[in-house]
């Protein structure tokens, strides 16, 4: 009764990495409670893909069906609830992307259990399991144990490195689906995706962020991404004044990122926009006021206005290609 399911994520006809992180999570709970872990994945035209997962020893359940095609929670919450029960799990998580964010929570209530969400890391001995979790933007870490006997979670994906493949697969059983779609009261009208050559925000190895100091130009920050091969990432700020799209925004209230370098220019460093970033390797921050906090997690700071700062570095990174 101690197995671990993982809702996996996919889309474009791939899984989506932040599950690979979110299936490291779930061995690490294993390990302590010396369960199984299992995989659910879900969708229309999805099966080609439980090979894919197979690959990290564990087993994978696919549910393949028209109804679910779109990610819409109300569908796919009781296919995941029933099979948590099916496998005996104690356990049932995801990633803390969009997707996880806005299914797990259901997926708990349905299966009458506690949920703690945005999980950094595990604790507790015995088998018995307890969480790490931010609270006040970070500035708290909580341990939470979770009373009821089944426990829902999401983690954030910058916490755990990826799960590594296995050296014997693990096996691929089909799910029965018997959601009737004439009862689903939320209905997809449509998604509009934004292209983009950078990389993911969430998956990308170098971030070039903007903030107010910018004053709505960020030419200067698109140039040096562009230059390193960066996403570019925003201060809420910069995304509230309209300069940038909502999606560039890191922080408590945007994405949550740790890449190996994020350059913060124009960026006060408010405790927000920390909660969003702080964990990423190397910080380099470009800010005209010396005593800006950002500088107090900076591991190189530049006191420079960032227009000129900052093509004088996209074109030194460029000379040195
Ligand atoms: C509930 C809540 C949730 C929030 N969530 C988020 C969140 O998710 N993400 C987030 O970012 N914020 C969030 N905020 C807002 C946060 O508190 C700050 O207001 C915001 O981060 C400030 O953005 P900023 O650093 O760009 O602007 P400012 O604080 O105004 O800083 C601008 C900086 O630019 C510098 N500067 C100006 N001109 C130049 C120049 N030419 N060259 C170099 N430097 C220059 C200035 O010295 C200054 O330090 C949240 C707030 C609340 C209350």
Redesign the pocket.
Known sequence: MSNVLIVAEHGGGAIRKSTFHALAAGQEIARRTGGKVHVALLGKGVSALGADLAAYGVDVHVADAPVLEHPIAEALAPVIADLAKALGASHVGAAATAQGKDLLPRVAARLGAGMATEVLGFGGDGGGVTFRRPMW?GNVLAEVEIATPVKVFTVRTTEFAPAQKAAAPGAVHPVPVTVDASSLRTRHAGFREVKSERPELTEARIVVA??????GDFKAIEALADALGAAVG?????VDAGWVPNDW??????KVVAPELYVA?????????L??MKGSKVIVA????PD?P?FQIADYGLV????Q?LPALAAKVKASR
């Not at 903007?210 to 004053?215: A, M």
Request: glycine residues 20%.
């Open positions: 933007a903007g903030g107010r100091g910018t004053k925003a201060s809420r700020a910069a925004q890191v922080g408590q209230t945007g220019a124009g960026i006060s460093g408010a405790i927000q926009h909660a969003g470009v800010n005209k006021d800006a950002i420079a206005d960032l227009f700062a």
